[in-house]
């Protein structure tokens, strides 16, 4: 008879390796990095703009020019390219945020060639058709309206905005009317400002060959600069963050969403490792404190979580839950008390020696395949162009962090005072 | 191709093991052959409050994730109408301390009464997020009761009211396990970087000194075919109206599923596709809209959902999806078919690049009779034509084989 009750000797790598992203040139100078890996005959392109919506002149316009690329070229009209990329079996995702824009599609390696030469072609010349701006404007406007019922979403949303301020780049939000009044000359406009090769970075991951990379350099190597004079900005400023509390009533709501957190720092910041390993304590796993306190304990939610949310010139770090009404006030005690008894207390061995394990599973699962990878490099890229040292140092303070280290992390970011609070629900229980 | 290898325990365990040795994590997956359909209809939602009491603790082993977490795995699970499915992503070398901590809760659970109070509260609370605090979150617990009037699938995953899950005691929770959760009730998937003598040793060293327990047979009652239309219609406070129209379609295992699929990926899939083409773009009626199979194993539902655009009558927007349905075996051309085949095509073949969909998959098809049909599905839609497609649309989009659910917005 086995012994049920022992568990089964574990182990931890002591060293983190992983495959690094060969890196070409095109001829225009753009960079392509090439992530050859995998068993089957797919493959996936990125393209990564620095055209993120700080850079708009105004709202929803990088939004709009990314997204309406796919609506109608010089050659083809919208119906088309749909057609065509769906013939193909292949999906375009692209995504606008605040630094970044990313134009992602996968396809099967047999019909990436001519999945290829159309990215290139709605990436060089949109037209932007008035009547598919109109089309796409209305839809904006009717999905983003059904968001705002969510308290999820309203919190979120007063959380940024209120961290970084309305007028900041980072806490900029698009209000419904904002897709009334966006035309199209400001679509062309940001396209040949900033949809340029000086802009831009190539990543194409997958199983694929040398035929694959010569028609990228076919498809972009010709890709003319973007006219934006300015760049890169090297900096952003961001003022002291915002703080306090904020309610958003939302009648006959049956849970309140909660948002707690402050501006924190870029990835570049020598504390980022070590407050990583923090926020896993507080709320970054299954077994967190929060979950371990306010779901698996009290039973007040589904699920409660904390996060870093990046970007290329700061950070922030946020609490965010859904609670029961009548569980709101008690769940935002029990948030502030785990954060001072980050602050009072040494994390014991015992537990830092489990999140230390999880974290190092975490890393290796983030390299587990081509697309995985892809993704964790394009990570890397995103926000402050670090390079694969940023993993390896992460993987060196998480086996030499100290309890010390983790209690002048905490007394250091998570003093209640310096938080803001947001909650969108109802008082009424 | 996806190659595996297949032994079955003594005590009915089936065993997969999928070999990929590019990876230095392992996935392992765990299918029970129990879901909501399983339940009693006075305890809906029990399947899932169940998977939460997974977690509680087992005989041997006063907590789950902690031990996992130690060895730097990760899990989770979910519950559907018709399988629970637990699954774990753990480096290599500690796949052990997985076969440890599955086997300890398959061979029985700590059955704690505090485990169980606060998952009742954690499980409503999901409720709440997921069914009643979303704009449109509980058509689903609407259409299902409108197009189901006797098969358990009339009440969604969830459960059709928290207090069934309020109301549940641990006697049932004991019952329910001792019903469901057996080796020969079970079906385990290994994939990533191991071998197959590890993976015996393993399952014969953890599984195998389970012993098999009688399994509650499945009676559940068949649902008679739909005669005539049915409507339902709420108002709710939410932006826009929407329309749900469902149809009753054939099981998971009949030659036509296939067709199905494909006449819901001609509906709806892509940008190209024709109700995003017709009714979103040409005549701006909805301002999104899907039609997808729920896919489930016992006869399904073909459903059509869309939000409608401000000022559009729901009685005309639910005119013009019925000419679309009818207008589809008219007007098909083969250049369509294709299309819709190769995004199959490429949807399944970027699911065998993820470790996890592998090893869910390979479950999921040996509890469809035969694990290989990972190989083969692909070519079952392949071989679909213009002609099935037309004769099963026929079928399926007929007025009184449909239940629709008008959810009006209230006039604010």
């Known amino acids: ?167 900041h780049p980072y806490g900029a939000m698009a209000s419904p009317d904002d897709y009334d009044f966006i035309a199209q000359s400001q679509l062309r406009s940001f396209h040949s400002s900033r949809i340029g090769s000086n802009f831009l970075t190539i990543i194409l991951s997958g199983k694929f060959g040398e035929h694959e990379i010569a028609l990228v350099e076919k498809c972009f190597g010709n890709l003319t600069k973007g006219s934006d004079a300015s760049p890169i900005p090297n900096g952003i400023a961001v003022d002291a963050s915002g703080r306090g509390k904020v309610f958003l009533e939302k009648p006959n709501a049956v849970q309140s969403a909660i948002r707690v957190g402050r501006i924190l720092f870029p990835r570049t910041h020598p504390d980022y490792p070590a407050f990583l390993i923090l926020n896993t304590i507080l709320g970054g796993y299954f077994g967190s404190r929060l979950m371990r306190n306010i779901r698996e304990d009290k039973g007040f939610t589904y699920g409660i979580n904390s996060f870093l949310a990046p970007f290329r010139h700061s950070g922030v770090f946020a609490i965010a839950t859904e609670v029961g009404v009548a569980y709101t006030d008690p769940t935002l005690i029990e948030i502030y008390s785990e954060m001072k008894r980050l602050r009072n207390e ?56 100290t309890s010390d280290r983790l209690m002048e992390m905490a007394n250091k970011w998570l003093n209640e005072e310096e938080m803001l609070e947001c909650v969108a629900g109802s008082r009424e229980t | 191709m996806v190659e595996f290898h297949r032994f079955t325990l003594e005590n009915g365990l089936k065993v997969i093991v999928h070999q990929d040795d590019t990876t230095p994590i392992v996935t392992f997956n765990l299918l029970y052959n129990v879901g909501s359909r399983d339940e009693d209809p006075e305890r809906t939602g029990f399947a899932h409050l169940f998977e939460h009491l997974m977690f509680g603790g087992s005989v041997n082993i006063p907590v789950y994730d902690e031990p996992l977490e130690r060895a730097g795995g990760e899990n989770n699970a979910f519950t ?85 899950i309020m109301d549940s005691n641990l006697q049932e929770v004991k019952d329910f396990f001792f019903s469901y959760y057996t080796p020969n009730n079970a079906i385990l998937c290994l994939s990533g970087n191991v071998t197959i003598d590890e993976v015996k040793h393993l399952a014969n060293k953890w599984f195998a000194p389970i012993p098999p327990r009688e399994v509650k047979p499945k009676n559940l009652p068949k649902e008679s075919a739909q005669i005539e239309q049915r409507v339902m219609e709420v108002t ?24 199905v699929d494909l006449i819901s990926d001609i509906l709806s899939n892509g940008k190209s596709s024709r109700l995003y083409q017709n009714l979103v773009k040409g005549k701006e009626l ?33 005119g013009a999806i019925f000419e679309e349905l009818q207008d589809l075996p008219k007007s098909l051309n083969k250049q369509e078919l294709e299309k819709v085949k190769n995004r199959l095509e490429s949807t399944f073949t970027f699911g065998l690049t993820n470790s996890l969909d592998k090893a869910m998959n390979l479950c999921y098809f040996e509890l469809l009779g035969d694990a290989n049909m990972i190989n083969t599905e692909v070519e079952r839609y392949r071989k679909v034509t213009i002609g099935d497609v037309q004769r099963v649309s026929s079928q399926l989009f007929n007025v009184s084989n449909s239940s629709t659910l008008i959810y009006r917005a209230e006039k604010r």
């Open chain 1, 1 to 167: 008879m086995i012994n049920r009750t022992i568990p089964p000797p574990v182990s931890m790598p002591q060293e983190l390796h992983f495959t690094k992203a060969d890196v070409h040139t095109l001829s225009n100078g753009i960079k392509l990095l090439v992530i050859n890996k995998g068993d089957e005959e797919v493959c996936r392109i990125d393209l990564v703009f620095h055209a993120g919506s700080r850079y708009q002149q105004v709202n929803l316009q990088a939004n709009a020019a990314l997204m309406l690329m796919p609506e109608g070229t010089s050659d083809h009209t919208s119906k088309q390219i749909s057609e065509h990329f769906d013939f193909y079996g292949s999906f375009l995702n692209i995504d606008v945020d605040k630094d970044y824009a990313t134009i992602s599609l996968s396809s099967l390696i047999k019909h990436f060639p001519n999945c290829i030469e159309m990215l290139g072609e709605i990436v060089r010349t949109p037209v932007y058709p008035d009547k598919e701006l109109s089309l796409w404007s209305q839809r904006g406007k009717h999905k983003l309206l059904v968001e705002l019922e969510k308290t999820s979403t309203l919190a979120g949303r007063a959380f940024f905005s209120t961290l970084f301020g309305k007028a």
């Open chain 1, 346 to 401: 040494p994390v014991a061995d015992d537990e830092l020696l489990l999140v230390k394990s999880y974290l190092m599973g975490e890393i290796l699962r983030n390299f587990n395949g081509a697309f995985p990878m892809a993704n964790s490099i394009i990570k890397l890229l995103y926000y402050n162009e670090l390079d694969y040292s940023f993993y390896d140092n992460i993987f060196k303070t998480i086996r030499t962090i």
């Open chain 2, 80 to 164: 559907s109408t018709d399988i629970t499915n637990y699954y774990i992503t753990v480096p290599r070398d500690n796949l052990e301390t997985a076969f440890w901590l599955e086997s300890d809760r398959m061979l029985s659970l700590d059955f704690s009464q505090r485990s169980l109070d606060v998952q009742k509260s954690v499980v409503v609370e999901e409720f709440n997020q997921r069914y009643l605090n979303q704009p449109y979150g509980d058509a689903w617990l609407l259409l299902r009761p409108l197009a189901y009037k006797v098969h358990p699938y009339r009440w969604p995953t969830i459960g059709k009211d928290p207090k069934h």
């Open chain 2, 236 to 259: 709710r406070s939410v932006p826009f109206h929407s329309i749900y129209t469902a149809f009753h379609m054939c099981h998971r295992l009949h030659p036509d599923y296939h067709v």
């Open chain 2, 286 to 318: 909805f301002s999104s809209i899907d039609a997808y199979i729920t896919g489930e194993i016992d006869e399904g539902l073909l459903v059509v959902a869309g939000i409608l655009n401000k000022d559009v009558d729901p009685n005309d927007a639910q």
